[in-house]
């Protein structure tokens, strides 16, 4: 069944009351929910107006008071909206409406978007801020994930950690590289190596800059990799004690296995986040154990961790066009 925007109107308005931290809309998983180009989608004080297509398939959004991708420096309101995975490409606008009580004295004039893309917080630059109606509305977000949003202070926002990371096969070693945009008292990176994507040990350490608001770029080079899936991640250490991990990169060795095998990163589930590894881009599908078909999503080559609260503890099926996986959920 396809609904759109406008079902969603309806939806919302059957509430009886909405509180900070509950779940303010789920769409269950399988079920298309999609918003149309040019469409408007309001929730609980934030609007998205896409110029392309936004399918929220098997997401939910609630609003919070506290962050929950927490960053050491900058100030933010009072008011999130936290995606329960990260959302598929979005282009269009985005507005959020506080109050004035939620402002941390922060000056209105000055608020802009903040995303929080999967490991750094960006800013998206504002095209109205409106300190009598209370909203700010940013327009220019082009093919962004969205995972968690916010307003700060375009002269203190909130830490960039993350600019970029990448993990590339160099003959039989691994080239890691890695930048930031903003650096805030940070110590060191330490380059943590994985077989399973599940454990990981120390493979290195680079010395950080300190403090930065301009580029910085380091690299590492992995002499040891094995022969199957290499996983990679940095842990950033602060002079203050305080820490962040970067995303999740692999890079494959060959080996008999079909070359586009999914990996299951801790099989047995033991909590209601699945994360998957495709080295290509492809569809999948879960099915219970007697054939029903859970959901089937489109991922592109990477990491992703899956929202699965819905589904009770058993034995599924994880198949993609040419394979078939068992997955066991406690």
Known sequence: MHKTATSLFVL??????????AQDLTVTSGTVFQISSGETFHVNGLTLTPTAAFDLNGLSLSKNTTITNTVS?????????????TSPAYSGAVQINYQDGELNSLSESTLQLNNYTGSAWTQVSSATNDGT????????????????LTLASSSAPLPVTWLDFTATKKDKAVLLNWSTAQELNTLDFV????TDGVVFTNAASQTAAGNSSSIQNYHYVHTSPVLGYNYYRL???????????SDIRFVKFS?????NDIQIIGNPLQTNQLTLV?????????????????????????SHTIDVSFLPKGTYLLQTKTSSQKLIKL
């Open 73 to 85: 420096g900058g100030t933010s309101v009072s008011r999130y909206y936290l995606f329960s995975a």
């Open 278 to 302: 495709t080295p290509i881009d492809q569809y999948i599908a879960l099915y219970t154990v007697v054939g029903q078909l859970c959901w089937t999503k489109h991922l592109e080559e990477g």
């Open 191 to 194: 380059v943590q190596h994985s």
């Open 133 to 148: 109606n209370n909203y700010v509305l940013s327009n220019s977000l082009s093919s962004a994930t969205l995972r968690e």
């Open 12 to 21: 919302l308005c059957s509430l009886a009351s909405i509180h900070a931290n």
């Open 255 to 259: 080996t008999n296995s079909t070359t």
């Open 235 to 245: 842990h950033q250490r602060d002079f203050d004690g305080e820490s962040s991990y």
